[in-house]
Structure formats: C-alpha cells, structure tokens
C-alpha cells in the first residue's frame, strides 16, 4: 500500500527509529540514512534505537553512536519507524514503543513480513532496506545527503554480500552506482566492513580453525564453540 510519508513525518514531534536485534548493515545503515534524511528535509532529529551492541565493522557509519540501547519506558513517539525488522518481535523490548505509539511505519524487504505496522513499505524484490529507501527517496525527489549516501552504500553492499549473492540485482547495481556519485567509497567501506577486525576477533577465529574437524574425505568441515570460549575470547 503507498502511503505519504513525507505528510505522517512532517504531523510527527517525536520520532523513533528501529533496528532489530544483532544488528547488520543493512539495519543500522537504513536507519541512519532516514535519520540524516529527515534531520536534512524536515530539521528534525529522531531518535534511533539499537537493542543489542553495535558491531565493531559497523561503528564507523557516520553519527551511529547517536543510537542509544536504552530509553525511558514511559516516553510515548508520535512515529515509530522500523527498518530491517521482518518481524516486530525482532526490537525486542523496543516493541513497548512501537505498541504506543501514536502512528508506525514498517520499511522492509524480507518476503515473510506480516506487515504489521499501521503503514508498511516492504518490497521483497529488493536487496536490501537499504534499497527499498533508496527507491522511496528516488521516487519523491528527496535531496541526498552525503552521509546517508554513505550508510546506504553500507546497507545495499553488506546484504548483497559486496553485489556477490542472488539478490543483486541491475537495481541494486544502479543503487550503488549512485550513491558512489554522491561520496560512498566503495575501497574504503569494503575494507571497514570485511577487513577490519579486532585483536580478540582474529584470536577468536584461530582458535576456531584450529579446532576444525573434517569428513566425507574433507567435503565437510566443522567446529564446536562453547559459550566458556565465547566469553574468553
């Protein structure tokens, strides 16, 4: 169902925006990039909710620090965005606003969304969140800045695994074209999101390889991690 977003955020004070659990690229770059988009088109800040920790690849999307774990249970939104999250139970307590809030929106593109919100924006033929943004703001003409051009980038290439799985499509290649014009580096957020890694993650890593078992003449290979590990490393 179309609806005017431009008209439920321009009626909307207070605005939150949702990214589900462990989150990836995809939901932490779409949620920024909306954040930049109504800071830039409507001078509003909205709020951004993270109900896990940020991974460590993903700490460089521009102003994601600004994404707060907790808020005030009573606090009531005018507008609750979610974005990435197929189903609602992904927020976690985060639903609590959700559930209050006065008008919510669900921007998605797994197939299996139940499209739960009051409006839903969900395009299962997309690569990405991130995509299906990028179509919205492309079809109503809304001015890009570079930081969501950035975050959008990050959203499209991480769940494409770098334009490398099935649902990479001519789409999504002209998405990322696009979003290289207006200053995503495609070198420099490929190596902050697959090459970057913490001492503890490589340790981590090694200490798994090292474990490894193989059958079926080495056709199969797998390791066993127990949480004790998890928490040494």
Not at 68 to 96: G, H, M, N, P, W
Request: charged letters at 25%; hydrophobic letters at 40%.
């Amino acid at each position: 169902m179309e609806f005017d977003l431009d008209n439920i955020i321009k009626n909307s004070k207070k605005i939150l925006l949702l990214s589900h659990v462990n989150p990836d690229g995809d939901t932490l770059g779409s949620m920024y990039a909306l954040y930049s988009m109504i800071l830039k088109r409507y001078k509003k800040k909205a709020d951004m909710s993270v109900v896990s920790n940020i991974p460590f690849n993903y700490k460089f999307i521009p102003n994601i620090d600004l994404a707060q774990r907790y808020f005030d249970q009573s606090l009531v939104y005018d507008l609750v965005i979610t974005l990435d999250v197929a189903s609602i139970e992904r927020v976690r307590d985060a639903k609590t606003f959700f559930d209050k809030a006065k008008c919510t929106v669900n921007i998605d593109h797994h197939k299996t969304n139940p499209a739960y919100a009051d409006y839903n924006l969900i395009e299962p033929e997309a690569s990405s969140c991130g995509e299906v943004l990028y179509n919205y703001f492309k079809k109503f003409n809304w001015e890009f800045t570079q930081d969501a051009a950035v975050a959008l980038y990050v959203a499209i290439m991480t769940d494409t695994g770098n334009f490398r799985f099935e649902n990479t499509s001519p789409n999504s290649l002209r998405a990322a074209a696009e979003l290289v014009e207006l200053g995503a580096n495609p070198n420099k957020l490929y190596k902050l999101c697959y090459e970057s890694k913490t001492k503890n993650l490589v340790m981590f890593q090694n200490y798994c390889v090292n474990k490894a078992e193989f059958l079926n003449n080495n056709k199969i290979v797998y390791t066993t991690v127990y949480k004790k590990d998890l928490e040494k490393f």
